[in-house]
Nanobody, 123 residues
Framework: QVQLTESGGGLVQAGGSLRLSCAAS????????VGWFRQAPGKEREFVAA????????FYADSVKGQFTISRDNAKNTVYLQMNSLKPEDTAVYYC????????????????WGQGTQVTVSS
């Protein structure tokens, strides 16, 4: 089993930046494809970005293309989400998730999840 822990969330003003981290323990993160999802109160969980185990392939939701960047450092057992030009609409709990099979935009296909980290963007 792999355990995932998100960090880096917090309160930021609109237009600011944050970098979220997803650290793995128990197993090396290099085995897994990893996705980032977010969920705001009263809304469904939303796909944000995904990265292949090698880091060679990335997918982004249309809403964050050009704004967010997903990356990974397998030597540090960590996947990152760099978030720039943040807007109040980006406020949510952000989760990372992992699966052995190929990367996906569908939350139900992921096997392992972190506890989430809160991102709040003030206007």
């Amino acid at each position: 089993q792999v355990q995932l822990t998100e960090s880096g969330g917090g309160l930021v003003q609109a237009g600011g930046s944050l970098r979220l981290s997803c650290a793995a323990s128990g197993r090396t993160i290099s085995t897994y494809n990893v996705g980032w999802f977010r969920q705001a109160p009263g809304k469904e969980r939303e796909f944000v970005a995904a990265i292949s185990s090698s880091g060679l392939i990335t997918f982004y939701a249309d809403s964050v293309k050009g704004q967010f960047t997903i990356s990974r450092d397998n030597a540090k057992n960590t996947v990152y989400l760099q978030m720039n030009s943040l807007k109040p609409e980006d406020t949510a709990v952000y989760y990372c998730a992992a699966r052995y099979q190929r990367m996906s935009r569908t939350a139900e296909r992921y096997d392992y999840w972190g506890q989430g980290t809160q991102v709040t963007v003030s206007s």
